[in-house]
């Protein structure tokens, strides 16, 4: 049973929703923002400045906004036990429909998608997928996590942008953004609430735009129209102007010293069209102009083509078989003055280096025992080899190591927000600039780990890397590959160890290094040059061109004498032969290839002078019978150096590059030992005339020699005296500032000591103080509540009669808002009927200190009690007073209705004891109250009269009439006694004299009538 995948659930239009499969990609760019501290401002900045993209489809007088074309995705550092309303705040900006991401929710363009807290979130294949972060709370990197997914899933067509927060999350998701051909903008820092994570992500020298948030969108629309207008809709073309591409090779070639045209096609086309795309240029040809112009666009070129996606211990699963493998066993067998030798050209900014140099330190404490471990670490790039070199790294590096492996082998700086390696480890790497398809390789390598560097090379120079590795390792040496990446045709050089690893050891020893010397010997590849193209049908001499090589080769190595070709400043471009003889690596930085530098002892002196003299005269120069120290003996050594004419790529020839000229000659240096000298034939001994030439001869050479040697000697004497005295004023100068140092050190120890002292003291008084507020902030909220729940309106003012504080039931009693807090009081326009002496009666308060207490009531009828006091401190010191309404209201109508309670007892009282029959009667003429004397009367009791109307004691001539006295009683109108007539119970027909007053409620309305009759003529 499959499952449904998640759309947005709210309905962003009328169109139908077409939801992709699983394995799909997008067709449209996804935008990924993350933000920290300070990100909300600039959400609804970069929101509220997207443009409108008007589509064709409207019309002038309706014009279609089709939205962006993209999805964006907003990563935010939010608090996971607190629902966040981000998504109402920011659909107040957009009228793209925007969403709290759901597990598994489909991405759609012109939608924009919110992270919920708590979860950490990852793309793939077009879906948003949920996850609970792994990392502890305040060690998350959510962005980091976001934005590796989103390259991983997306490639070019994932887009990071950073704003402001605090930390480095985000820069190693930059990293693998860039890595992978995608887009980066960056907040600038002076618009940003807080920096910190914008400045780490600029620091790595990967950004393309720089700006406030508010431009972005208007230059992210323009960049997708530029870079995937084209490869949204068909593939990308293969780039028609190959004469334009072979000018920028060489424009980068002469700025930078780098070859790329043998790089894979792919990658260039890719990493030229982005850098075309943010600077919004269409053709070729203005893009190599632009380049010509522009040095600057020439290193940004240079710096896209070499970034890399590296981290620490990238691919744990095969960092791990490499731990397991091979690492326990380039220890094996070896003494404690063992060196053990890894090299991992291609390092970038050395994560990948100093991961290879902690499993080498780990395993080295398994073993408790310590070799001398050396990492060559090298690369083209020189800023990616800085970076190296320092050993600083953001903190959100952290996600890559494992906890314990981050407090072992780095510390905090910065306040946590970097971590250095430790000097342990940085003391085993080496780092070097080299370019590892010119440069000579290092030798007798245990390890070689080139991973994801082969993958950007062509097919031709990988058939030349990988026998130049097998040279540099030593027999049973391990080669370390990435993921993609091969040893292709080479499988008789080496032996697979783990396919899935990509590791490989050393093969057939004696047939691997003729493979390996084969390749060493071939001069560099080109796509420069200009050989002419292969005949049509015209067939190589098969198996005849590599036999007359091999043999050339052979005879070349096993007669010729051993040489190396050097440029004029002593820079080796090639070796020939067997020179360990005469050359040896100095001490120090790794990757030293200059032939002086390199020459052993009696060989230095004599090679520098000769290589300056060839320089200048452009003639063979001779050194012969030179003494060369070798390990503790010496050997005799002839010296010839040749001016080699024709250089590859110079004037003439089609790889040269205007400017190169003469000052790029190239000397083949040839060492070879000196033959011994013959002893002489006494037999056959020369004539004494010849004998005393040859000896002149030798003499006069002596003689010649000698005078080179000592004036060498005396020009590097005096050298070395200039030197010398440079040295001693420098000394000197260093010593005076190295004391002035050393005094503002110790005011600096003491400043710091008497500061630590401050701030400890600071630190206990903030303590103290933060209690005090504490203390300060839970009294006051609960003298609020209490007051509050008391429903006592109270007014609080200080001397002056400004208001300090009040109830929230004073509000409607003086019509205050939090607003009238420091007004006078006198200023209010209160609801009170008939008082208007609040300001002077609370003067008087103030004056004589005596409480004031009144009865007031509002104009909607309520009854106050009005109270005011002297407001009294702790210290019986008068700060105001307070003003207190206490509601009376139901006391009020509780007393009102007592009154007349006590007024109908008293008049019950009377018509009990009255002898005149007294009635009441409502309206409607039903019996409400039958005295006694009524009872005598009728002769009706109570309890018969109260259930009768009037009517039944009224003949049926005279009940209009009566109808008509409780008319104008009704009104209010007075009626004066009136004689009548009534009917008793036992139908008698009664002469009665009669008073009828009327019942009026306190609103003047009349709700009874009550009766006093007596019989005409006497009493009842």
Request: proline share 6%.
């Amino acid at each position: 049973m499959t499952r449904k995948k998640k759309t947005p659930t709210q309905p962003v239009d009328d169109t139908p929703v077409v939801k992709a499969p699983a394995s799909s990609e997008p067709a449209f760019p996804v935008v990924g923002i993350g933000a920290s501290a300070g990100g909300l401002a600039a959400f609804e900045a970069f929101f509220s400045g997207m443009p409108p993209v008007i589509s064709d489809a409207g019309d002038d007088s309706h014009p279609l906004d089709t939205g962006p074309g993209m999805a964006f995705v907003l990563v935010q550092h939010l608090a996971p036990d607190h629902k966040s309303i981000l998504t109402e705040l920011i659909q107040r900006c957009t009228r793209m429909p925007v969403f709290e991401v759901e597990d598994q929710m489909v991405v759609r363009p012109d939608c924009v998608y919110i992270i919920p807290p708590g979860h950490d979130m990852a793309f793939l294949n077009g879906e948003l997928h949920l996850l609970q972060p792994s990392a502890p709370r305040g060690q998350r990197l959510p962005i980091d996590f976001f934005f590796r997914s989103l390259a991983q899933d997306l490639r070019d067509r994932a887009i990071a942008i950073v704003l402001s927060g605090s930390g480095s999350d985000g820069t190693l998701g930059v990293r693998a953004i860039k890595g992978e051909g995608g887009m980066v903008m960056v907040q600038s820092p002076s618009s940003t609430e807080y920096d910190s994570m914008p400045r780490s992500a600029l620091a790595t020298g990967l950004v393309d735009y720089e700006l406030p948030p508010s431009e972005m969108p208007a230059h992210l629309i323009s960049y997708i129209a530029h870079a995937l207008g084209r490869s949204l809709r068909e593939p990308v073309p293969v780039i028609a102007n190959e004469n334009a591409l072979k000018k920028i090779f060489v424009l980068l070639r002469n700025q930078t010293g780098h070859d790329f045209s043998q790089y894979k096609p792919s990658t260039i086309h890719r990493r030229i069209g982005r850098r075309m795309a943010v600077l919004q240029i269409e053709a070729m040809t203005d893009y190599m102009r632009f380049l010509q112009q522009t040095t600057a666009e020439v290193e940004a070129l240079f710096r896209d083509l070499l970034i890399g996606v590296t981290s620490f211990f990238r691919d744990p699963e095969v960092f791990g078989t490499l731990e397991e493998l091979v690492i326990p066993r380039l220890f094996d067998g070896k003494s404690d003055e063992a060196v053990i030798r890894v090299w991992s050209p291609g390092c970038s900014t050395g994560e990948e280096a100093y991961s290879l140099a902690i499993l080498l330190a780990e395993r080295q404490e398994v073993m408790k025992r310590t070799f001398k471990v050396q990492v060559f670490a090298t690369d083209i790039d020189s800023a990616a080899i800085a970076t190296a070199r320092a050993g600083l790294y953001p903190a959100s590096i952290a996600a890559d190591l494992t906890p314990d492996r981050l407090s072992r082998f780095f510390t905090a700086e910065g306040d946590g927000g970097m971590f250095r390696i430790r000097k342990g480890i940085r003391d085993m790497l080496i780092f070097s600039e080299q370019d590892v398809i010119k440069d000579p390789p290092f030798s007798r390598l245990d390890l070689i780990s080139c991973r994801n560097l082969l993958i950007y090379l062509g097919g031709d120079l990988q058939k030349r890397l990988i026998p130049m590795f097998r040279f540099a390792l030593r027999p049973g040496g391990f080669l370390f590959l990435g993921t993609s990446e091969t040893i292709g045709e080479f499988d008789d050089l080496f032996t697979v160890l783990d396919r899935k690893a990509k590791l490989y050891q050393c093969g057939d020893q004696l047939h691997g290094e003729k493979r390996a010397l084969h390749s060493r010997l071939q001069p560099p590849v080109t796509a420069l040059s200009s050989s002419p193209p292969r005949q049509a049908g015209r067939k190589a001499a098969v198996g005849t061109l590599p036999l007359r090589e091999l043999t050339e080769q052979a005879l070349l190595l096993q007669f010729a004498p051993a040489g190396a070709l050097v440029d004029n400043s002593g820079d080796i471009l090639y070796l020939h032969g067997r020179l360990g003889l005469y050359l040896e690596p100095p001490p120090g930085v790794a990757g030293i290839s200059n032939i002086v530098r390199m020459a052993r002892e009696g060989l230095r002196l004599e090679l520098s002078a000769a290589l300056h003299e060839a320089g200048k005269t452009l003639e063979i120069v001779r050194r012969d019978g030179l003494d060369v120290r070798t390990n503790a003996h010496f050997t005799r050594v002839n010296l010839t150096i040749l001016p080699v004419p024709g250089r590859p790529g110079g004037p003439g020839h089609p790889d040269a590059v205007e400017g190169e000229g003469s000052e790029h000659q190239l000397f083949l240096v040839v060492l070879e030992e000196a033959p011994e000298t013959d002893p002489v034939d006494l037999g056959t001994a020369t004539p004494a005339p010849e004998m005393s030439k040859k000896i002149e001869s030798q003499l006069a050479m002596l003689t010649k020699e000698l005078r080179l040697k000592e004036e060498y000697l005396q020009s590097a004497i005096e050298e070395l005296e200039t030197s010398n005295e440079e040295l001693k004023s420098s000394n000197e100068e260093l010593q005076s500032v190295n004391e002035e140092m050393q005094s503002t050190n110790e005011e600096l120890e003491t400043s710091k000591e008497e500061m630590q002292s401050v701030n400890e003291e600071m630190s206990t008084i903030n303590a103290e103080l933060q209690n005090k507020v504490t203390d300060l902030s839970r009294a006051n909220n609960g003298m609020s509540n209490l007051m509050a729940g008391t429903g006592i309106a109270t007014v609080f003012v200080d001397l002056h009669k400004r208001i300090l504080r009040f109830t929230p039931s004073a509000s409607g009693i003086l019509n205050l808002i939090p607003g009238d807090v420091g007004r006078p009081v006198g200023h209010l326009v209160s609801n009170l009927a008939d008082y208007t002496d609040l300001v002077p009666d609370v003067q008087k308060v103030l004056d004589t200190l005596i409480p004031y207490e009144a009865e007031v009531q509002t104009l909607d009828g309520k009854g106050y009690l009005l109270r005011i006091h002297p407001y009294r401190t702790l210290e019986n010191v008068i700060e105001g007073a307070v003003i207190t309404f206490i509601d009376i209201t139901e006391m009020q109508l509780m007393r009102t209705a007592l009154t007349k309670a006590n007024d109908l007892l008293r008049l019950a009282v009377v018509v009990r004891d009255s002898r005149d029959a007294i009635t009441v009667q409502d309206l409607s003429g039903r019996v409400l109250a039958w005295n006694p004397g009524a009872v005598r009367m009728y002769g009706f009791s109570e309890a018969q009269a109260l259930g009768m109307n009037i009517r039944d004691c009224i003949p049926e001539p005279l009940r209009e009439e009566a109808l008509s006295r409780v008319h104008q009683l009704s009104r209010a109108q007075v009626l004066e006694p009136y004689l009548t007539r009534r009917v008793a119970k036992d139908g008698t027909i009664l002469e009665v004299s009669m008073i009828s007053t009327a019942l009026v409620n306190e609103a003047g309305q009349t709700y009874a009538i009550t009766t006093t009759e007596r019989l005409r003529g006497g009493t009842p």
